[in-house]
């Protein structure tokens, strides 16, 4: 027998998970090579510009009303301070009535 000592020691493309063109075997990990082509054929970054754009407008929209609200706060305290605050209690009888039955119509039925 003659030993070629030029030759390669490892044939070409034997490397784990790596097919010898002919040969009748598969890979040894068919998951992890099936990952990897997932992995490169997707987005790298998925982003839902509409839910972007929607928290932005959300976020100016809550500073527009903070500011409205600091002002009519103010406007509230300038009349308590000068005792030109009325209250109407027939309104806010009628807004707490409108909030029980909301609140009884939620319970859930015991059985």
Do not use: C, H, W
């Not at 300038?78 to 029980?100: N, R």
């Amino acid at each position: 027998m003659k030993i070629n000592e030029n030759a390669a020691l490892i044939p070409p493309n034997s490397g784990v998970g790596k097919t010898i063109p002919g040969a009748n075997s598969s890979p040894v990990n068919n998951s992890l090579a099936k990952a990897q082509a997932d992995l490169v054929s997707g987005p790298a970054v998925n982003l839902d510009i509409s839910l972007t754009a929607k928290l932005a407008e959300v976020q100016s929209e809550s500073k527009a009303g903070k500011a409205s609200d600091e002002a009519l706060i103010e406007k509230l305290r300038a009349k308590v301070a000068a005792g030109e605050f009325e209250i109407d209690y027939k309104k806010i009888s009628q807004a707490m009535l409108k909030d029980v039955v909301a609140a009884i119509g939620q319970k859930p039925n015991r059985a």
